[in-house]
């Protein structure tokens, strides 16, 4: 698989390319429980994942599988309504092709979103911007390097960009959203983790867990894509409180923080359109 990796890429985004004739600015990935979001956005293009030649498949309830091309706020942006995971099955390199392929549209920022179990933040319902993450899933750039997209040795210093942040943190503040600022980890799953794996998971910075989006960034970065992420917290992370995992129901965050969740995407969105990039 690793070897074919580039192969599969550019078959993939032909295979887009001959569907769909749009040009993204920005594009948005919607975590678990998020698809529905974008409902008022203003929609020109539907592709369904399986209607692309070598695309993996997402799986997962909640997850839609499907791009959606159109406009947030007057932006052109590209929308993964629904991802694939590692914990599906896939190797990192094919969780990363759906945002290689809209790189290759020629997309320069990457939102990202998800859902999380709290650490520092136990709420139900509080959102954060992620600063860093911390990834424990084999790099996607593993194997051999594919120097169309990037250098072999890309830094990861700042990975998510300050201007991009700064930017969700004035419509955080515009409209007094609590937004807090944290580090990220993205962990296998499919199980949620024991409570001795979110203490380690505490020692090393993490104040969310969950099992997506870090490699996601890696694979945008290596890129160039400038990236801004987002975090929901659906439930407290494994021995944070003395509530149950077995029964998280991840609409309940979305019910308590829907409406805060889409005033940052669209009005942060309408904002980085007006960058030159």
Do not use: W
């Not at 990220?184 to 099992?211: C, H, W």
């Not at 509530?243 to 942060?268: H, Q, Y």
């Amino acid at each position: 698989m690793i070897d074919d990796t580039q192969d599969i890429l550019y078959r993939a985004y032909n295979s887009l390319k001959s569907q769909v004739d749009f040009r993204p600015k920005v594009l948005l990935t919607l975590g678990s429980g998020l698809g529905d979001i974008v409902e008022n956005m203003q929609v020109v293009q539907t592709i369904n994942y399986a209607d692309i030649d070598g695309m993996p498949i997402s799986t997962v309830k909640g997850h839609k599988g499907r791009y959606l091309f159109g406009y947030i706020s007057g932006v052109p942006v590209a929308v993964m309504q629904g991802r694939v995971h590692y914990y599906e099955g896939y190797t990192p390199q094919e969780c990363v092709l759906p945002v290689r392929l809209i790189g290759l549209l020629g997309a320069k920022i990457f939102f990202a979103t998800n859902v999380s179990g709290g650490i520092t933040y136990p709420e139900k319902g509080t959102i954060m911007r992620i600063t860093d993450h911390i990834s424990l899933i084999p790099s996607p750039l593993r194997g051999k390097n594919i120097d169309s997209l990037g250098v072999r040795f890309p830094g990861m210093t700042r990975p998510y960009d300050e201007g991009l942040g700064a930017i969700v943190d004035s419509v955080a503040k515009a409209h007094n959203i609590d937004l807090k600022k944290g580090v990220y980890i993205q962990m296998q799953g499919p199980n949620f983790e024991t409570a001795s794996e979110v203490r380690m998971a505490k020692i090393l910075g993490a104040d969310v867990v969950g099992m997506s989006t870090a490699i996601e960034v890696i694979a945008a970065r290596h890129m160039g894509l400038k990236v801004v992420g987002m975090t929901c917290v659906v439930n407290p992370a494994c021995g944070v409180t003395d509530e149950s995992l077995d029964n998280v129901v991840e609409e309940d965050a979305f019910r308590i923080s829907g409406d805060k969740i889409k005033t940052l995407i669209f009005e942060s969105i309408g904002k980085m359109g007006e960058l030159s990039l």
